[in-house]
Every structure is written in C-alpha cells, then in structure tokens.
C-alpha cells in the first residue's frame, strides 16, 4: 500500500523556523529520488527540495540557502528543514517521489500535505 504522510507543519512568524517530516512507504521511499513540493493558495504545486539515495540534494532558487532536506532510510522518513522563514513560503508543503509517484490509474497520488504559514 503507497502512503505519504506529512507533518510539522504550522503557524510561524517571519525569521522562525519548522521542521517538516514525511513518512512514506518503502514502495515509493526506497531507491527513488524523493522531494518536497509545496503549493501556495491559486498557485500550481512546485518543487522545492530534493534528495537522492546518495543524499545528493537539490534546491529552488527562492529556498536555497534557507531549507535543507534529508532522509532516513532506516524510517522510511523525509524531512524539511526550514530556517528564516518569510511570508511568501506559506504554502502546502508534500513529500513525494521526485517525479510523482503515479496511481495504476495514471494520475499522481499525493498525501494530505502539511500547511505552513508564515506571518509578517
């Protein structure tokens, strides 16, 4: 069974910082590339982070420098960290395959997601 949950997730004030966790399961977890995408209100779903098997990482250009990600292959477990944090983060923040992973009816599954926002 494919799983994604995601948490950590809150209410902040600018310049504060959250660390995210997701718990995936090993079908989508191990050997892939996993990622952090995050979808602000009217906004499409973007990528922000990623990690490979060898714990190369990856980053947007608007959280570099900002957000480390990192995992725990014992757990099955990704993780967000996100330090000086401003109001334009606020968002939905998934885990996920990087790419998605896809459902066998083609459509990308996604977990709930955690929300994050940033007051100014």
């Known amino acids: 069974q494919v799983q994604l949950v995601e948490s950590g997730g809150g209410l902040v004030q600018a310049g504060g910082s959250l660390r995210l966790s997701c718990a995936a399961s090993?079908?989508?977890?191990?050997?892939?590339?996993m990622g952090w995408y995050r979808q602000a209100p009217g906004k499409q779903r973007d990528l922000v982070a990623s990690?490979?098997?060898?714990?190369?990482?990856g980053y947007a250009d608007s959280v570099k420098g900002r957000f480390t990600i990192s995992r725990d292959t014992a757990k099955n477990t990704v993780y967000l960290q996100m330090n000086n944090l401003k109001p334009e983060d606020t968002a939905v923040y998934y885990c996920?395959?990087?790419?998605?992973?896809?459902?066998?009816?083609?459509?990308?599954?996604w977990g709930k997601g955690t929300l994050v926002t940033v007051s100014s």
């Open positions: 996920n395959r990087n790419p998605p992973w896809r459902g066998p009816y083609g459509s990308d599954y």
């Open positions: 090993g079908s989508i977890f191990s050997g892939n590339v």
């Open positions: 990690i490979t098997t060898y714990s190369s990482t």
